[in-house]
Every structure is written in C-alpha cells, then in structure tokens.
T-cell receptor
Framework: GAGVSQSPSNKVTEKGKDVELRCDPI?????LYWYRQSLGQGLEFLIY????????KSGLPSDRFSAERTGGSVSTLTIQRTQQEDSAVYLC???????????????FGPGTRLLVL | GQSLEQPSEVTAVEGAIVQINCTYQ??????LSWYQQHDGGAPTFLSY????GLEETGRFSSFLSRSDSYGYLLLQELQMKDSASYFC????????????FGSGTKLNVKP
C-alpha cells in the first residue's frame, strides 16, 4: 500500500522567501507529526496533529513556522521569511490514533530537504 | 522533560553482535521505541518495548529496564546493510502523542 509521501523532495530558496512543504499521510492514520533533522542530528519535534487539530505546537521554533491539516489528511508546513538556519530535512510521520494497536509505530515520509541560500 | 542519551558512533565487524544503549531521564513515558535510518533515507520502525524485558524480532532484540532508566538495541549476525543510524524514542505520558528522540547512534559495519 501507499506510504507517507512528501513534496517537494528538495527545495532551494533564497533567504527571506516563504516555503510550503506538503505531507500526505497513510490513509486512515489520524495522527500526523512534523520533525526537523539537521545534518547528522536527531529528530526535533515540531508539531503534532490529531485529526485536523494541533494540540501541541510547542515545538515550532518561531512564529515564522505554521502548519495546518485539512480533511484529516494532507498537512502543510509553512515557513515564512526563511533564514539560513532553517536549512534541514523536514520529515513527516503518521500513525494510528492513540489507544489503538501499534500506536507506537510512526511511519515516516522520505522528507523534504530544504536549503536556504 | 525528556532526555535520551546514546553513543554517537559504534563500529563492529560483519557477523558480530553489537549493543546500542539508550539511557534516559524522563518524567514519564509509555514505552521505548527504536528506529533505523540509512543515510539519506527516512527513519523506519524497528521495535517497541512497552514493558520491561526483552523483545526479539529476528536478528534484532530490544530491552527495557524502567528501574535503571535504560534500554538497548541488540543486533546479531551483523550485515553490511545494517550500517545506519539508530534512534531510541519515547512517547511522553504528559503529552502522550509527543515523541522524543535520542540524537542517534551511527553504526559502521566493516567487512
């Protein structure tokens, strides 16, 4: 079956521009996560959605970052006025809802590699 | 808060056994998970320990001891394809869908 997909796979932008990253989770997965991974580093939690709502936005680095999810499916992560320190791989993951079997398993997309010049 | 510590790098030879440790400081979590990530790839789920003890899945085993705030991933009969980064992760009981990841252990398997 189809896994988590993300687009674009690579994005090069100029400092100060806005970028929009997209995530298509596995069908039926109500939980969706965004992470950021800098080169050679671990995963930094950004935001989590349960359905269309985001009960935890505490990981967003600044107010330049925002995310939304519509129809309980596709999610977009928007970075406004990009800075060079925003350069990283942005990973999306989905999982079954809490309280369901195998809720601990997150399925990751291939990521979007963002380079801010 | 949550803090998970892992060795940054481990080297082993093909066919050997290697153990990757994860020590944590946490105010509460449901269980310990392990993920594998090849260079340039996405993390993939390997195993989960909800209870103390050993979980075995083929060549990989994972262990958790809550009393010692410690877990490990054991890889047996190492193969070249096992060269990757391995991350431990926990899901917080305070914000039960927030996952915290360790910084990862890069495993180098040599012939």
């Amino acid at each position: 079956g189809a896994g988590v997909s993300q687009s674009p796979s690579n994005k090069v932008t100029e400092k100060g521009k806005d970028v929009e990253l997209r995530c298509d989770p596995i069908s039926g997965h109500t939980a969706l996560y965004w992470y950021r991974q800098s080169l050679g580093q671990g995963l930094e939690f950004l935001i989590y959605f349960q359905g269309n709502s985001a009960p935890d936005k505490s990981g967003l680095p600044s107010d330049r970052f925002s995310a939304e999810r519509t129809g309980g499916s596709v999610s977009t992560l928007t970075i406004q006025r990009t800075q060079q320190e925003d350069s990283a791989v942005y990973l999306c993951a989905s999982s079954l809802a809490p309280g369901t079997e195998r809720q601990e398993t997150q399925y990751f997309g291939p990521g979007t590699r963002l380079l801010v010049l | 808060g949550q803090s998970l510590e892992q060795p940054s790098e481990v080297t082993a030879v093909e066919g050997a056994i290697v153990q990757i440790n994860c020590t944590y400081q946490t105010s509460g979590f449901y269980g310990l998970s392990w993920y594998q990530q090849h260079d340039g790839g996405a993390p993939t789920f390997l195993s989960y320990n909800g209870l103390d003890g050993l979980e075995e899945t083929g060549r990989f085993s994972s262990f958790l001891s809550r009393s010692d705030s410690y877990g490990y991933l054991l890889l047996q009969e190492l193969q070249m394809k096992d060269s990757a980064s391995y991350f431990c992760a926990v899901r917080s009981t305070y914000n039960f869908n927030k996952f915290y990841f360790g910084s990862g252990t890069k495993l180098n398997v040599k012939p």
